[in-house]
């Protein structure tokens, strides 16, 4: 199976788990690859006219990957606390997005000014950890913040640390993504 044909089996398994969630179809069942038997962690991103509906993922590989597709797909329609669960007839006009996660690699840095220089903007995307706190950011979100210092500003409110200091203790680690997204046409 080539890598557009697993996209499009991912697309389809986040799509079939959405609609049963909300009472639209028959459970899904995970196709026959191994590639879904495997332990992965994957991310699950809605969106509608464009603008972000829903997006919950794992970092971590504790599930088979179809197992994650799934689990992630409802949780982005159902329980992403920014926003109201998915209605079942808001489903078509939703575009779906599955990110494929590699092994994050730990991050080697004295300062903030040294981890700015490691990025690579529109490749990586970063987990930050500060005690109890951490958050990450996909590769995609580069595309609105395409510059390091305001990507990592803005990855660290979003763990709840300050933007405007350097944190003290402030680790990291990058990773990379094979993703697959629909069209809008292909959503409605």
């Given amino acids: ?67 994650d597709v799934v689990a992630n797909a409802v949780a982005a329609a159902t329980e992403d606390p920014r926003f109201p669960p998915l209605a079942a007839d808001a489903l078509d006009a939703i575009a779906i997005e599955v990110s494929v996660l590699s092994e994050p690699e730990f991050l080697d840095f004295a300062g903030e000014q040294e981890l700015l220089a490691q990025l690579r903007p529109g490749e990586d995307g970063l987990i930050i950890f500060s005690g109890c706190r951490s958050a990450t950011f996909l590769p995609q979100v580069w595309d609105q913040l395409p510059e390091p210092r305001q990507f990592l500003a803005a990855l660290k409110e979003k763990a709840g640390l300050s933007s405007r200091r350097e944190q003290a203790g402030l680790m990291a680690a990058r990773y990379h993504v094979q993703k697959w997204k629909e069209t809008e046409q292909e959503a409605s």
């Fill in 1 to 67: 199976m080539s890598d557009t044909d697993f996209g499009a089996t991912l697309l389809t398994l986040a799509r079939q788990a959405i609609a049963h969630r909300l009472g639209r179809g028959p459970a899904p069942t995970v196709p026959d690859d191994p590639r879904l038997r495997e332990k992965g962690a994957s991310f699950v991103t809605l969106t509608r006219d464009g603008e972000l509906r829903g997006c919950i993922g794992s970092l971590r590989r504790s599930r088979l990957l179809g197992d």
